[in-house]
């Protein structure tokens, strides 16, 4: 299954995850795959303003761009609309005594933060995610291909 800018959407196979998730650190791994949450305002990306792609640490998956980062002031860094819809699920979650929507990358189903309805416009959504849990391409740069599907950022 490919989205409408032509990413391979298919899960990685069992071994294909274990070959990913054995380059995690620990703590990109307590996000990624243990629904953690790293420390507001630590987040090596929160201060990112080159022009780029933000992509699933996991499998590279382009999930938001710059120009749609802004500064929410919670400490993570924050994006008002997904690099396309295809690309980040929705899941209600209700830990801890609340309810909320967690964000997963589309196509490894790793945990990259939660979205909340009080952003700016034009969505009016905050995508709050953890740093842990994207790689950051600057414009021009190759993109990264670790599950070597030939996907490459427009």
């Not at 899941?91 to 609340?98: A, H, K, L, Q, V």
């Amino acid at each position: 299954m490919r989205s409408p800018s032509g990413f391979d959407l298919t899960a990685p196979s069992p071994a294909e995850l274990a070959e990913l998730t054995a380059s995690l650190a620990p703590e990109e791994a307590d996000v990624l795959l243990h629904h953690g949450t790293e420390a507001p305002f630590c987040g090596g990306l929160l201060a990112q303003k080159d022009d780029g792609v933000y992509c699933c640490r996991l499998c590279s998956l382009p999930l938001f761009r710059q120009h749609t980062k802004f500064e929410s002031g919670t400490g993570w860094p924050s994006f008002y609309a997904p690099f396309e819809e295809a690309h980040v699920r929705a899941i209600e979650d209700r830990s801890y005594g609340m309810r909320r929507i967690e964000t997963r990358c589309a196509r490894c189903d790793s945990h990259q933060g939660h979205v909340f309805p009080d952003g700016p416009a034009p969505t009016r959504l905050r995508y709050c995610i953890n740093s842990v849990s994207l790689e950051f391409v600057k414009a021009g740069h190759p993109s990264p291909d670790r599950l070597h599907r030939g996907d490459i950022l427009p």
